[in-house]
């Protein structure tokens, strides 16, 4: 079962605009949440972060909304540029451990 | 600083070989991951390690895959008697720590195996 869930598969933005990135996620035990960004052929790169403790953390253009009780969070670009284009993975974790949980990923296209 | 570095890049194999997949942390890092990512998939996660030690194999898919730390510092993913759906970019990360959630991961750029 997909524990982290991004039902977006892709995104168009015009430049400028907002891009808002959404995730879901079923475990409760989740306690911190990430994301990243991909370009094609390189490592996923860690974008902003927010412990569950916080429902916003907020880092130059990019700003991650948390909202617990839906178990959703959000992932808000403004002003969008097309250097943002890339897939955003969201990724959780939580318990006794570290490891990350990701989501399917969303394709992001900012056109200028 | 140099980044987590991972080799080789490409691997194309035959059904049946064994591969070696080597993974340089960022140094300093005592926490290392390997991950996968399946064709339309998500990141999945393989074996961490703390240290030499393995305390978290879960993500481990079967018997034939096996993994190892030497010196606190490079590891290495070994894949046995290789079949298609192995085929995957499997990707490295390193953290300063483990245990708090806090100790951001960064990955190195993948390898991508091709099983025929």
Redesign the interface.
């Known amino acids: 079962d997909q524990q982290?869930k991004?039902n977006s598969p892709s995104l168009s933005v015009q430049e400028g605009r907002i891009s808002i990135l959404n995730c879901d996620y079923t475990n409760s035990m989740f306690?911190?949440f990430?994301w990243?960004k991909k370009y094609p052929?390189?490592?996923?790169?860690?974008l902003i972060?927010i412990?569950s403790i916080k429902d916003k953390n907020e880092d130059g253009r990019f700003t991650v909304f948390l909202n617990k009780s839906a178990k959703h969070l959000s992932l808000h670009i403004v002003p969008s540029q097309p250097g943002d284009s890339a897939v955003y993975?969201c990724?959780a974790?939580?318990g006794a451990?570290?490891?990350?949980?990701?989501?399917?990923?969303t394709l992001l296209a900012v056109q200028p | 600083g140099a980044g987590v570095s991972q080799s080789p890049s490409n691997k194309v194999t035959e059904k049946g070989k064994d591969v070696e997949l080597r993974c340089d942390p960022i140094s300093g890092h005592t926490a290392l991951y390997w991950y996968r990512q399946s064709l339309g998939q998500g990141l999945e996660f393989l074996i961490y390690f703390q240290g030499n030690s393995a305390p978290d194999k879960s993500g481990l898919p079967s018997d034939r895959f096996s993994a190892e730390r030497t010196g606190g510092s490079v590891s290495t993913l070994t894949i046995q008697r290789t079949q298609q759906e192995d085929s995957a970019v499997y990707l490295c990360a390193s953290s300063l720590a483990y245990g708090l959630a806090e100790y951001t991961q960064y990955f190195g750029p993948g390898t991508r195996l091709t099983v025929l």
């Open positions: 982290v991004q306690d911190y990430l990243y052929a390189e490592g996923p790169t860690f972060s412990s993975f990724a974790t939580g451990t570290n490891k990350l949980i990701f989501g399917t990923g």
